[in-house]
């Protein structure tokens, strides 16, 4: 055979292996977070961005706003539809908001839960796919668990006032039931709990009232916002000699909380790695890789004392870090 030839069908070959993969598109992922009100969620975005450019993915976020936007995050439900996802990777604004419905929403589209809570009935079982998170239980038990180590029974009464964010989020139950439990034997004694959505402005106020109120307050316990506010209003007022400060999650402002020694204790879950972990989850399952369904990071306790930059890394965005929203794969 003469060599112009054999370079005809070999050139054909190369140009059939080639539009082969670009035929192939990448796959499409939606993600949905609650909100992005604090840096909790931006550390979750910048884990699944990261992730979806390593895997070559499409990715597209939404934002709900906040827990009480039900009706705004099921409409962007039918927005990732609408987009044609393949997958979606929801943070549920409530654990119970797709009880029965979740389908109705997404269609056949393949739904992994991250970080938040979701729970559906049997039959919509079948269309969640993979779960990533923490039992907060843990993550208000590890502080309630210092708490009562540090006040035990007979050491005299201690008075805690429990900010812990807003009632409707998925995590705010699991974490007062594990406070609870971990502080009942000892002398921690809750003499407020006051609930806002995790706005500054509104856990400010919540701050402020814990404050006037309670000359006799000794901790406050809240959500990273919340702990982020009291750490200027307690300045302000001239009462970081006699409050101190645990967050039931880690933030950006909590970690410098806790660098600066105004911060005692925050227990993490590790959200970076959270949004890596879904996105892997989604890319397996499309891929049709074998992959551990039900996944979570393991809870570090963080102080003062014991800052692991492995833990940080795998926890918090980077400084300037700004909310990504759309990614492209190819």
């Known amino acids: ?4 030839n054999l370079f005809c069908p070999i050139f054909a070959a190369a140009l059939l292996i080639s539009s082969s993969y670009a035929v192939a598109s990448p796959e499409k992922i939606c993600a949905i977070y609650p909100h992005l009100k604090d840096s909790y969620w931006l550390s979750v975005n910048y884990g699944m961005v990261q992730e979806a450019k390593k895997r070559h993915v499409d990715l597209k976020v939404f934002e709900s706003g906040g827990y009480p936007n039900i009706e ?62 923490v039992d907060w239980y843990w993550m208000g038990y590890k502080v309630g668990h210092y708490l009562a180590k540090k006040h035990p029974k007979g050491s005299g009464v201690t008075a805690v006032a429990l900010l812990p964010g807003p009632r409707s989020s998925g995590g705010t139950k699991p974490v007062i039931l594990g406070f609870l439990e971990a502080i009942k034997n000892s002398d921690i004694k809750i003499v407020e709990t006051l609930w806002a959505d995790n706005d500054k402005e509104l856990q400010r106020n919540l701050i ?63 959200m970076v790695e959270q949004g890596r972990i879904s996105v892997r989850q ?27 930059s492995l833990a940080i890394e795998e926890s918090l965005s980077p400084t300037g870090y700004r909310p990504i929203f759309s990614v492209q794969g190819d």
């Open 282 to 308: 989604a890319t397996s399952y499309l891929r049709q890789i074998p992959f551990q369904k039900d996944q979570a990071p393991s809870i570090e306790v963080l102080s003062p004392t014991h800052l692991s």
């Open 72 to 133: 705004k995050q099921r409409a962007q439900l039918l927005s990732c539809r609408q987009w044609n996802a393949d997958a979606i990777i929801l943070g549920t604004v409530s654990p119970t908001a797709y009880k029965h419905d979740l389908s109705t929403y997404t269609g056949d589209v393949p739904v992994f839960a991250t970080v938040n809570h979701l729970i559906v009935d049997k039959a919509q079982s079948e269309h969640v796919k993979g779960v990533v998170g």
């Open 208 to 270: 402020q009232q814990v404050i006037e109120d309670y000359e006799e307050v000794a901790y406050i316990v809240g959500s990273a916002v919340a702990i982020e506010a009291a750490i200027s209003e307690l300045r302000s007022s001239e009462k970081e000699d006699t409050i101190e400060l645990l967050s039931i999650y880690l933030s950006h402002g909590v970690y410098r909380g806790l660098l600066r020694d105004k911060v005692e204790l925050a227990p993490t879950d590790k």
């Open 1 to 4: 055979m003469s060599k112009k």
